[in-house]
């Protein structure tokens, strides 16, 4: 079976997109999923998402994506942008749309320069938790911004931090098992910006930038007074993103808008020959 995709990304967050309206992409095999996001050997990629027929009234597509270990995940705040765009530039969206995704409804809006993606409300947000993890013991927040994330702030330099162990140990701690957490470590930037470093979990390792984790960036940013929204989000990209909220007088976040950019790279087919023995 031969199977068009395309190439894009959010703020160097890469991913494959396929339309599969059809139903026919092999969603059971996670094997070949993590084959073809691999790099060097495959195409390459730290995600791929595919555009289905919508489930529900009033959306008018449904997302999947699945993380490069093969995996389903919840929700990709950057991904959430790009197949947006796509869907948009297919014609199967307008430039105002809804679609349904594993976290909830999302709303879109695609416009010349980027791409706004109104997410789920943040839910389980645990404040002023103390954690410890490779030996460090850490304050931190937690919260559910359409999959789980771990916010550490950082006093000190951003660019000391080991990003690599830290991450991995909060990533498969025991306090989130079983399926664990991204784990992301902010620092105060000029002029009320947020800089952030992801470790994404299906990723296994850091992320030039994770959408999910600049949302709960924000709202940590907002917590501790460092910021007002709308929060501008520095990841390791070198990118630019917004990241807009009401806060409740109960200090719960409502009415979460991402803005950022959706690009393509490139499209092309690839073939699929059925599960190997």
Known sequence: MEIRFWKMHGASNDFVLVDDRSGEFPVDDGVW???????????????LILIQAAQEAGADFRMRFFNPDGGEAEMCGNGARCVARLAHDLGVAGRKMVFETAAGPVKAEVGKDGVM???????????????????????????NTGVPHVVVPVEGDLAEVNVAELGAAIRYHEQFAPEGTNADFIARGEGGAVRIRTYERGVEGETPACGTGMVAAALTAAGLGWARPPVVVLPASGDRLEVDFELLEDGRPRGVKLYGPAEYVYRGEVTYSGRRV
């Open 33 to 47: 999923i993590a084959r073809i996001c691999r790099r060097r050997r495959g195409i390459g990629a730290e995600g």
């Open 117 to 143: 993606v109104g997410l789920p409300d943040p839910r389980d947000w645990r404040r002023n938790m103390v954690l410890e993890a490779a030996g460090v013991r850490m304050a931190c927040d937690f919260v």
